[in-house]
RNA sequence: CGAGGUGUGGCGCAGUCCGGUUAGCGCACCUGCUUUGGGAGCAGGGGGCCGCAGGUUCGAAUCCUGCCACCUCGACCA
């Protein structure tokens, strides 16, 4: 494996700090295909650990999963006007589906005889061929909500990719649900995004402000998108999950229509709702440091590491068996333990290696220790190390201290967001703000039009993130057109 | 899609301007010995059609032409 020693710091060089974060700390790479990456055994265990969470929450408020085609005929897509000119953009099409041997005897070229009828677009995202399927299972009242969910990939041209942030394939979930009446959709919309803040806030450890997309940026057929909103270490916001109200424009594009309880047709309601592997990309960002990754406990697949340090066989026989008994008992204690006895590597490059992968703690245990009865334990999250006893309360504090460092991650997280969020009336401060080194989040009043939004766009690179959920009545005045503006809405730079 | 840049053992690079024995360096890898509490040391060793295709030349990693790929930054987007 190919390492060089140090990264290069964030302050250095923020972007190369993440693309060789990511590398070094073995969560992926990039392939041979363009725009395309390999998640690596860690980042997959990562990722598991994400679904696994995600798929409980899902559960637990009464969603079921099933699977969709990768598939999507084209004609599908058009059916509803604003979801095809979102995507039209960025799509895979497969127009063959047969190869041949090349004429002039060199490798493979497609069988222009093995045309397909209709083309088929790998999908950007399930709306269409779900909706398409629902007709067929929606016919009552009864058959309603339907809530679904779908682990799956999805395939998005990007013109520019970058490592978990936006690939051209990429993972995620989707889900997809039918509803009687409007309400209950908006309802089903808000609870989902409350999943994803509580999802991001307890398990990622990542702060977010809850929010609604102005209509220039809402979700191509939705009526409404509810979104999370983080604010990354460089001061730009990422968007860590959508929930989007979609009215009955799919239903009606695909002929989805119910009998209420008093025998009238009507069109179903609709919501969808996504997280992708891009979390991955916001809990990089938003913890990790210049020794690489920092993991919130919850998530890690592995909470803690044992290092065992010794020189002669005999000293090493001794350690290894105490290390042993000590990683079982944590296990048993329900902690994710690795017992690094790799012989082939030094003490000095496992401390390194494991803090690059962000293990929250890493125990180090040598002769000196057990002949005095005690433990090195250091903290990935502070840096900090100190000598402990291992007493009979000691797997007890490790639970604690795993707790602890979840909850800490999480405040320094939240502290740096308070710390970057700024009001600012004037345009002129507004452009001073996103200036500094730390854009952060900006609160500012809006006229509320399209208009404005992509002129401050195009003058600053700055977008509304989204109107924050809950967010207080104000009287002001637009900080660009000067008209009267009834709130705040929250300005950054955006991945 | 615009602007820059880069393609040389697994990774990172030098060499290219000014063509000339056997293409070099660091890391990684293999063997052995010594090591092991913050990315070990010494010794020995293996691995390259220098992005691809043409061309110029006695001779090309180096010069010329064409192509391809990737990266960074912008515009567009999860």
Not at 176 to 194: D, P, Y
Request: glycine letters at 6%; proline letters at 4%; hydrophobic letters at 40%.
């Amino acid at each position: 494996m190919a390492k060089g020693k140090k990264l290069t710091t964030r302050a250095e060089n923020y972007p190369e700090w993440y693309n060789e974060l990511v590398k070094k700390a073995d969560l992926a790479e990039n392939s041979e295909v363009r725009g395309c990456m390999v998640i690596k055994p860690y980042g997959y265990a990562i990722w598991e650990r994400m679904q696994a969470i995600l798929d409980q929450m899902f559960k637990d408020t009464g969603h079921v999963n099933a699977y969709f085609p990768l598939f999507i005929p084209k004609s599908f897509l058009s059916r509803e006007a604003d979801h095809v000119e979102g995507f039209a953009k960025e799509c895979a099409v497969v127009t063959h589906h047969r190869l041949m041997a090349s004429p002039d005897g060199k490798g493979v070229v497609v069988d222009p005889s093995a045309k397909l009828e209709e083309e088929l677009i790998v999908r950007p995202t399930s709306e269409t061929i779900i909706w398409s399927t629902y007709r067929n299972w929606i016919q009552s009242y009864r058959d309603l909500p339907l809530l679904i969910n779908q682990w799956a990939n999805v395939v998005r041209w990007e013109l520019r990719t970058r490592m978990f942030l936006r690939t051209t394939e990429f993972l995620w979930q989707e889900g997809h649900t039918a509803h009687a009446t409007s309400e209950e959709a908006i309802e089903e919309a808000e609870r989902m995004l409350g999943v994803y803040a509580e999802f991001a806030e307890n398990t990622l450890a990542i702060p977010v402000i809850q929010g609604l997309k102005t209509e220039r940026e809402r979700f191509a057929g939705a009526l409404e998108t509810y979104c999370i909103e983080g604010l990354m270490q460089d001061g730009k916001a990422l968007q860590a999950g959508t929930s989007h109200y979609l009215g009955q424009n799919f239903a009606k594009a695909f002929d989805v229509r119910f009998a209420n309880k008093d025998n009238k047709e009507e069109f179903v309601w609709a919501t969808s709702w996504g997280v992708s592997t891009r979390l991955m990309g916001a809990l990089i960002m938003t913890h990790s440091d210049d020794e690489g990754l920092v993991l919130p406990p919850v998530l890690a697949p592995f909470q803690l590491v044992i290092v065992p340090i010794y020189r002669q066989d005999d000293e090493k026989e001794l350690v290894l068996n105490k290390v042993a008994e000590l990683a079982a008992e944590l296990k048993a204690a329900g902690i994710r333990v690795k017992l690094d006895d790799d012989d082939t590597k030094k003490p000095g490059w496992k401390f390194a290696e494991w803090e690059l992968k962000g293990v929250p703690i890493r125990l180090a245990v040598g002769p000196r220790d057990l002949a005095n009865g005690k433990i090195e334990v250091a903290r990935r999250d502070t840096k900090t190390k100190e000598v402990q006893d291992l007493d009979d309360t000691f797997i007890e504090r490790m639970k604690k201290l795993l707790d602890e460092i979840q909850f800490s991650i999480y405040e320094r997280a939240k502290n740096f967001r308070e710390e970057n969020t700024t009001q600012v009336d004037s345009w002129e401060e507004f452009k001073a703000q996103l200036d500094k080194p730390v854009p952060g989040f900006i609160f500012a009043h809006w006229d509320g039009t399209t208009e404005t939004e992509e002129k401050i766009q195009a003058e600053t690179k700055a977008t509304i993130r989204c109107i924050p959920i809950g967010n207080p009545a104000e009287e002001g005045v637009c900080i660009y057109s000067g008209k009267p503006s009834r709130q705040r809405v929250m300005f950054a730079k955006a991945y």
